[in-house]
């Protein structure tokens, strides 16, 4: 969502914002008054959206209101309803998936080859392909097959016929010949158009049609002119005569022998000009143009046709008019079924064609005679693969399927001819040459038989071409029973046929040069099979002639110069197109340090470190040895002044007055509290007496004493928590960059000692140093080590831990680790509480109370931590009270971490220390 | 979107083509549109599977590329796979192994008929569920080797072979083995029977060589009798039981065989069932009405068969005038398909016909078939560009078209336009008779 927020905005927010722009004005003129009360100048906006600071969009384009708009109100202000949105998104996404393994929209294939002269067996031939990077450029070429004696035909490319630009990529190619006429039918998604192409003239339009659903199939009637079948995806097959119209022939809103949810329609015609084929993935009828709703019969259905399989569906549909006007061949992700229309159900011929994804092309070339077979080109969209199937004419004897499938080597092959690229650009190259196919053709040589020309489209708008031609060899082999085996010859060769003067589409245009290539390998054709005379069955496999092909493919050197030529030309046009593509993302903001907060901006004493610490990177050294802290200086705690000394009634009032008593000072000095003071001294008369006749409540004064301490002592430790903690983050600030640079320039010598994840999060982090960040990660550091043991001793081990989290990464932590859990012990010996006096507090306060904020946080935490552990938080404090002073050594002692300087503080702790400690025990109490 | 994109999935092996629906379902190997999307199984698979499936897409490549030797190096080291523990991988292997080798053995140019028999015994008890298909595909390739004493062996030994309880897919293939069996019966049967013939002999009760004969024969019609039983397409096996029958005068016995075979509801439309029906009938001097009868169903199951012209004829041959408008409809069915679209024969007799029924006065017979052809007739048989071509060709079927377009079209339509003015050059005698013999009779000008 977030995805299609960024990219898609305007299709998100464009609606919205349009509406709501007459409300923002981006220009710098000022506003008039009419104008302010419903208008936001940009400034405004622009200020906002710095403070609110959303993710800027990395692609900044043009529409720079838009822009701005989409993030002022993000998605707050939408045109779809993000509920929405996101199941279509989903649906979406799902269906460009599989569209990726399988886009059926391309079935039947956009490529055709038809002779230009009817019965003369001429050489020329029309091949009507679409072209340019959108494929919605029709091409009618004239190519004319040349045969040379010493090597491979060829197909050489002639002028080109006409030209036409659609609306649409086009999708599907169907040609038929009738009455001396070449009918074209085009489909592309919503639209489908018929061209004519007179033999002696130029191809001509003749009509479009356009649809509500998309199309799924066209196909062009062999029996009529100017008729042509039509169906969509909402499963309707129209009749569309160039005459009269589009007629409805039959409509199914549901599959036909099941529910597939598929809205993939095909048709074609029968040996009945009034009889269509209607299928669907489940299944095929017969349906009578005449009378749809009665005559329908069934031709051919997935569980009722023998041996299909689980999960097979039918994926092609063809009329094999030229073979036999009874026969279609179907196909389907495992198979392909020649079915007799005469016979429903009950396949004439299958075979397992093992292709890797579906054959949704296929190319029919019937035998001539008795003497060669009928051939079946399958071809697949993904991977490429070309699969010839033979089978028998079926005049004398039964209809038989001959020899194994034979693969034609893919079009991808012919990368191992380029000499030499580098990776990007093999890299190229191979994504061009693995693009999916989208049409196949294919030719018989009109004068010799032997000689098949296999021509593919590819998805890019390349044409490709191979020749393969039959060279018997008597020396391959013999056949057990005496047939003259045709075997192969490994003449490949391949040859890139002409685009110089710009017949196919010249390099200039966008894309889809059609760089042809030819391969010539061995045909097969089948001869003689050893039939069994009394063997009526056509169950029996017999031995055809076969086409061993060997590896060794050659290349003419023509051939080779062609490859590299249009190789370079695709590598050319691939760098521009790449340098196009990216967008630039500026990553200044993303980048960028945070601001640190003003204390710590303001202090002369980062900007010096961090720059010592580059310097300290740069050189790989050590951080203690460059790294130079400033002392800080130490305050010295001001003499006790006595104001008893001053006996002048100035000084005495000033006094009173510091004090806050400075009302009761002017009423003791005028005499106006008399009455009062003599009245108090009596009831603190009277109560003396009363006490003397009871004296009981003694001990019970002494214990509301002791209940107001108590009270006032743990207030005392809120506040010197804070502080710590405080004082805490003062000390991390300053080591945990250190110890970031240390891992960084040491490598990390055997010194990381407990807290990896902490020293992770900081390595990670970088220079980006988060203020947040360090706390968070001792807290963490804490909690687990918490967890790792029990509570008393737990807490000593976890302040270590803590220590050497920030400390951490020093060549010296360990040592200083031990120092400090040594003095620790001491302390914890001591157990003190922090002293309540305020102004051995306020310094360190002041420092750090900028801070507090960001460590709130860290605070709760610990907080929370030591709530778990023991209601009493004093060992915490031990801890944090030893560290500020510990860090502020590391500043001031270069990290020389001595125990002695590290006893100094300590001591100077203990001295503010020492009043509580001597009423630790009364806390038993 | 299209459930299909699920369902696709690559079939790792070359002749796989009889196996169970759920096993080849739910074939381990065979890769998925739907696994690429988890790519999970391919994480827990083990090295040996790993190497197996490398090895089985370079095996797959070289059989597509009919290198058969370097496929058989790729299948030394496929056997591996059989070593494979799981249970299921078992089957689908040891059923690719037999396939694959199998493919490769036959098209390898050093492989003897030796090596292939032992390599189908080792596969048959690779796993039970091959063991009938093995057997079947065995027998096979020993008829193609003209072996058919070693091919009957094996049948008969898969015939009695039992393991367990037969599945749906082994009940079909027990029940082809049987067939086949019989067919093999049949096909000694009928050498021993030519024999005979050859040598003179034509007592068929004596010698011993009759009395296999003879044994060859109930074998055989004893398999053929209970496999044609079973609904399904058994149209060469049928063909020979007739033949055995025939031999032993069992006429009624045939004609029950074969209109079970056509008329049995339970097996499905077989336009070939009724051919054979009508030439066994036919060649037994079969009443002319049982004859009409079995075409009658012929023409609604495929009304562009050639012997519905025989039908015509035949309908003509019973009564001049009572079957006249069945005859009609049937030619103009004829003329409906495209291979006929040129027939002499049939539009000679379409005219002649239309002229009859002119002269009777049943006009409205030929209206009634015109009506549903009005519209796509003249583009598909009466257009300028057929009128060029057929006088070109043949001035005389142009001839006889041009009278039928007359007849339904009347003399001012396109394609007798042409053809009269081509033939006016050529045979001007004929085309004036033509052109007063519509002028006197056509349903075109009447309506």
Redesign the interface.
């Known amino acids: 969502m977030e995805a299609f927020y960024l990219e898609n905005f305007n299709d998100a927010f464009g609606c919205m914002s349009s509406l709501l722009e007459e409300n923002f004005y981006f220009g710098y003129k000022k506003l008039n008054y009419n104008q302010r009360k419903n208008t936001i100048g940009h400034k405004v906006t622009n200020t906002f959206l710095d403070n609110i600071n959303f993710k800027k969009c990395p692609f900044q384009r043009s529409c720079k209101r838009a822009r701005l708009q989409s993030y002022l109100f993000k998605e707050v202000i939408y045109d779809i309803p993000p509920v929405l949105l996101a199941e279509h998104l989903h ?1 979406e996404l ?2 460009e ?2 569209k990726i ?2 886009n ?1 929209v391309a079935t039947g294939g956009a490529l055709e080859l038809f002779p230009l002269q009817n019965k003369s067996k001429t050489l020329e031939c029309c091949l009507v392909y679409p072209s340019r990077s959108a494929m919605n450029k029709l091409n009618f070429h004239k190519v004319k097959l040349t045969s040379c004696k010493s090597g491979a035909p060829q197909l050489k490319v002639q002028e080109k016929l006409a030209l036409f630009e659609l609306n649409g990529t086009i999708r599907q190619i169907n040609v038929a010949d009738v ?2 006429q070449v009918y074209v039918g085009v489909r592309s998604d919503y639209l489908c158009g018929a061209w004519k192409v007179n033999r002696k003239q130029k191809p001509e339009p003749l009509q479009t049609i356009q649809m509500e659903n998309p199309a799924t199939c066209i196909s062009v009637s ?4 100017g008729e042509l079948l039509v169906a969509n995806e909402s499963g309707a097959v129209y009749l569309w005569n160039l005459k009269t119209g589009l007629s409805m022939i039959r409509r199914e809103t549901e599959n036909l022998y099941f529910n ?5 329609r095909w048709c074609d015609f029968t ?4 009889v269509i084929t209607y299928a669907d ?1 489940t299944g095929i009828d017969l349906t009578d143009i ?1 009378s749809p709703s009665t005559q329908t019969q069934k031709m051919f259905s997935i569980g009722q046709t023998a ?7 039918v ?1 092609l549909l063809k009329h094999l008019n030229d073979v036999n ?2 026969h279609h061949l179907v196909t389907s ?2 198979s392909a079924y020649i079915m007799d229309e ?5 396949p004439l011929l ?1 075979w ?1 064609h ?5 054959p949704i092309f296929s190319q029919i070339l019937s035998g001539d005679s008795c003497k060669t077979s009928n051939k079946i080109l399958l071809g697949t969209q993904r991977s490429q693969e070309v ?1 010839m199937l033979q089978y028998s004419d079926g005049t004398q004897m039964a209809y038989e399927a001959l020899g ?4 034609f ?1 893919a079009r991808s092959n012919c990368s191992r001819f380029i000499p030499f690229l580098l990776p990007h650009e093999k890299e190229v190259l191979f994504e061009r040459l693995l693009s999916p196919g989208a049409g196949l053709a294919a030719i018989y040589h009109p004068h010799q038989a032997n000689v098949l020309c296999v021509i593919q489209l590819a998805e890019t708008g390349d044409v490709f071409y191979q020749t393969w031609s039959r060279q018997e060899s008597s020396s391959s ?1 013999a056949r ?1 029973r005496g047939s003259d085996a045709n075997s ?1 010859e490994k003449d490949h060769r391949q040859e890139k046929e002409r685009e110089d003067h710009g017949v196919f589409v010249s390099s200039s245009t966008s894309h889809g040069d059609a760089p042809k290539e030819t391969c010539t390998f061995g045909d ?1 054709r089948p001869i003689n099979h ?1 039939s ?1 005379p ?4 056509n ?5 055809e002639g ?5 590896e060794s493919v050659g290349l003419s050197k023509k051939a080779l110069a062609k490859l590299v030529k249009w190789n370079s030309n695709v590598l050319q046009k691939q760098t521009v197109k790449r340098q196009e593509k990216f967008c630039k993302v500026k990553n200044k903001a993303t980048l960028a340090l945070p601001k640190i907060a003003d204390t710590a901006t303001n202090h002369s004493l980062y900007p010096n470190i961090r720059q010592k610490m580059r310097v300290a990177m740069e050189e790989k050294k050590t951080l203690s040895t460059c790294l130079e802290l400033p002392s800080l200086e130490v305050v010295d705690i001001p003499g006790h002044i006595d104001p008893s000394s001053w006996k002048d009634d100035l000084s005495k009032r000033l006094t009173a007055s510091w004090d806050g008593k400075w009302n009761s000072w002017w009423e003791n000095k005028l005499g106006l509290n008399r009455k009062q003071k003599i009245e108090a001294l009596r009831k603190k008369r009277k109560l003396q007496k009363l006490a003397r006749g009871h004296r009981s409540p003694g001990l019970s004064g002494s214990f509301t004493s002791s209940v107001t301490y108590q009270s006032d002592l743990t207030d005392f430790s809120d506040l010197s928590g804070w502080s710590s903690a405080d004082s805490n983050f003062g000390g991390s600030r300053c080591s945990s960059p250190l110890s970031d640079i240390e891992t960084d320039s040491h490598k990390g010598p055997s010194t990381v000692v407990a807290e990896s994840n902490t020293d992770m999060e900081n390595v990670r982090l970088g220079e980006e140093q988060d203020h947040e960040c360090v706390p968070n990660s001792v807290t963490a550091s804490s909690v687990s080590s918490t967890s790792q043991y029990s509570a008393v001793p737990n807490l000593r081990q976890k302040s270590a831990d803590s220590v050497s989290a920030f400390s951490a990464m020093d060549s010296l932590a360990q040592n200083r680790i031990s120092v400090l859990s040594a003095s620790k012990d001491k302390s914890s010996a001591v157990t003190g509480h922090p002293s309540p006096n305020p102004r051995l507090h306020s310094p360190r306060k002041s420092l750090t109370q900028n801070s507090h904020q960001l460590q709130k946080k860290a605070n709760q935490d610990l907080a929370s931590l030591l709530i778990a552990q023991d209601s009493t938080p004093e060992p915490d404090l031990e801890d944090n009270w030893i560290f500020p002073l510990a860090s502020s050594t590391q500043k001031s002692s270069q990290f020389s971490a001595s125990p002695s300087l590290l006893g100094l503080p300590l001591s100077q702790g203990s001295v503010t220390v020492s009043q509580p400690k001597k009423k630790r025990p009364r806390m038993g109490f | ?19 169970d ?2 096993e ?2 739910h074939s381990a190997s065979s890769f998925n ?1 739907s696994s ?2 988890q790519p999970t199984r391919k994480k827990r698979e083990t090295d040996i599977r790993k190497t197996t499936r490398t090895c089985l897409e370079e095996l ?2 070289a ?7 370097k496929a058989a190096e790729f299948m030394q080291n496929y056997i591996q796979v059989l070593e494979d523990p799981s249970s299921q991988q078992k089957m689908h292997s040891s059923q690719r192994v037999w396939r694959m080798g199998a ?1 490769i053995l ?2 390898h ?1 050093d492989a003897t008929v030796e090596d292939l028999n032992s390599f189908y015994d080792r596969m048959k008890h690779l796993h039970m569920s091959n063991y009938l298909k093995v057997s079947l595909e065995h027998a ?2 020993l ?4 072996k058919i004493e070693d091919a009957k062996r094996q049948l008969s030994l898969a015939e009695s072979w039992r393991y367990g309880k037969f599945s749906a897919s082994q009940e079909k293939i027990a029940k082809l083995i049987q067939a086949y069996h019989g ?1 093999l019966d ?2 000694i049967w ?2 021993k029977r030519n024999q005979l013939v050859e040598n003179g002999s034509h007592d068929f009760a004596d010698t011993a060589s009759n009395q296999e004969m003879h044994t060859y024969f109930r074998q055989a019609s004893s398999k053929f009798h209970e496999v044609i039983k079973q609904p399904g ?1 058994w ?2 096996f049928v ?2 039981f007739v033949k055995l029958l025939e031999f032993y005068d069992d006429y009624n016995g045939a004609v029950q065989v074969l209109n079970n075979y056509a008329y049995n509801d339970g097996f ?5 069932a009724h051919i054979y029906l009508y030439k066994f009938l036919k060649k037994n001097n079969a009443d002319m009405k049982k004859l009409v009868k079995v075409l009658r169903v012929l023409h609604i ?2 009304p ?2 050639k012997l519905m012209f025989k039908l015509c004829s035949l309908l003509d041959g019973l009564d001049k005038t009572k079957y006249q408008q069945e005859s009609l409809k049937i030619l103009f069915d004829l003329l ?4 006929w679209k040129n027939n002499l024969k049939v539009w000679k007799r379409l005219k002649k016909k239309i002229s009859l029924l002119i002269k009777l006065g049943h006009s409205e017979w030929i209206n009634e078939q015109w009506e ?1 052809r009005r519209d ?1 007739w003249p ?2 048989h009466f ?1 300028t ?2 009128a060029k071509r057929n006088v070109s060709d043949n001035l005389n079927l142009a001839c006889k078209k041009a009278t039928v377009a007359g007849f339904l079209l009347s003399k001012r339509c396109r394609y007798f336009k042409v053809v009269y003015k081509e033939g006016m050059k050529a045979n001007p005698k004929l085309m004036k008779k033509m052109k007063k013999r519509i002028e006197k009779s056509s349903i075109a000008s009447q309506s």
Not at chain 1, 222 to 225: A, K
Not at chain 2, 1 to 19: K, R, Y
Not at chain 2, 63 to 69: D, K
Not at chain 2, 268 to 272: K, L, Q, T
């Open positions: 649906e799902k269906a998936k599989y393994f399988f059926s009455e001396d062999p029996y009529l002119p597939a949810q598929s809205s993939w040996a009945h000009p009034r993935r005449r041996e299909c399989k689980k999960g097979e569906r994926v006007a009874y992700q495992y005469r016979f429903p159900c009950v299958k397992e093992m292709l890797k994804s579906p699969l194994p499938p034979l693969q080597p082999m057990p192969s097969t050893t069994n009394n063997q009526n069955t169950v029996t496999q017999r031995c076969n086409t061993p092909l060997t | 979107m299209d459930d299909i994109s699920n369902e696709f999935t690559i079939i790792d092996e070359g002749t796989d083509e009889g196996a629906d759920s080849d379902a549109v690429l999307r797959h490549g059989l597509l590329h009919h290198q058969w030797t493919e036959r098209h140019p096979f390739y008829i193609s080797k003209d067919l049949f096909s009928i050498t397409v149209d060469p063909l020979c499905p439309a077989n336009p070939n199951l495929v562009s068969h409906d398909y495209s291979d549903s796509w583009a598909f257009s560009y057929q």
